[in-house]
């Protein structure tokens, strides 16, 4: 089986596939706290931050949808996924899988897909509920500068 790899990344988030151990591929995803908090202030229920909730919904879902395929979820700490990411001093969350015994037709690009889409159905209504949001995600680039243009806003 061809494993490949597929990166979603600006510096408000990550969504990245890539060859793990043997035959299995990890999954991380990650959210900058700090730079959604413009479009979050005032927004949290007990604590819980909007974007931090949204990434550990998305984790769940996409547990579901990897069972759907035929394939395993397993937790996994780290991931070693911090190549790349633009990492900095603000505050960050993270997920992290091993996916294991995936199908000859697993696609990394749609796991990404479908993490980047379900990231966004979930937090930008509840940041955002007169505000128009995007059907499909944009490319990563063009995310950050519709989130930077809405953070300043």
Known sequence: MK??????????????????KGAALVYCSGVNI???????A?????????????????????????LSLGAEPKTISGGGCREGIPYTDDLWN?????????PEDFSPAEVVRFSVKNFLRIVLPQCLPQREIPEEPLDPARLQTWLDALCKG
Do not use: A, W
Not at 3 to 18: A, G, L, Q, R
Not at 46 to 60: A, R, W
């Open 94 to 102: 993270s997920e992290s899988l091993l996916i294991e015994n995936m």
């Open 42 to 66: 005032g927004k949290h229920r007990l604590g819980q931050n909007i974007v931090m909730k949204g990434l550990q919904s998305v984790n769940l879902e996409l547990r579901s949808f990897i």
């Open 3 to 20: 494993i490949d790899s597929c990166e979603y990344i600006n510096d408000f988030m990550y969504f990245i596939v890539k060859s793990g």
């Open 34 to 40: 700090t730079r959604f908090t413009p479009l979050t």
